[in-house]
């Protein structure tokens, strides 16, 4: 079972993936906020954080910026934000993958095991 850490600020989206991810075996941890999300990662030590960039109080790219500087934590970022500028410019930030909203629950747990 693997632990992940959904950082999510979107209620609608985080209720359900949450419940979704733990019925395909996974233990799941949320957190609504950047500064919530990098404490939890640093404190919990998951084995995924699946990451929105739209977050309230940072932007997600700054958080994963963040998060490499102390983590070798695969990410999987998961957004509406659909440009191929922006996509490239995360990946190579350090993200292991980039899905974008919306998505099933299935296509989410199949990228998280192909990058576990």
């Known amino acids: 079972m693997a632990r992940l850490l959904?950082?999510?600020d979107d209620l609608t989206i985080r209720t359900p993936l949450i419940r979704a991810l733990r019925e395909r075996g996974h233990a799941v941890a949320a957190a609504s906020t950047a500064m919530a999300g990098l404490r939890d990662a640093l404190e919990d030590r998951p084995d995924l954080v699946?990451?929105?960039l739209g977050l309230p109080d940072l932007d997600g790219r700054e958080l994963l910026r963040m998060l490499r500087a102390v983590s070798s934590v695969p990410?999987?970022?998961?957004t509406a934000r659909d440009?191929?500028?922006e996509i490239v410019r995360v990946?190579?930030?350090g993200a292991d993958d980039y899905v974008v909203k919306p998505f099933t629950a299935a296509q989410l747990d199949a990228r998280a095991r192909a990058v576990l």
């Open 6 to 8: 959904l950082i999510e």
């Open 50 to 52: 699946v990451l929105d």
């Open 75 to 78: 990410v999987i970022v998961a």
């Open 83 to 85: 440009d191929e500028t």
């Open 91 to 93: 990946l190579d930030a």
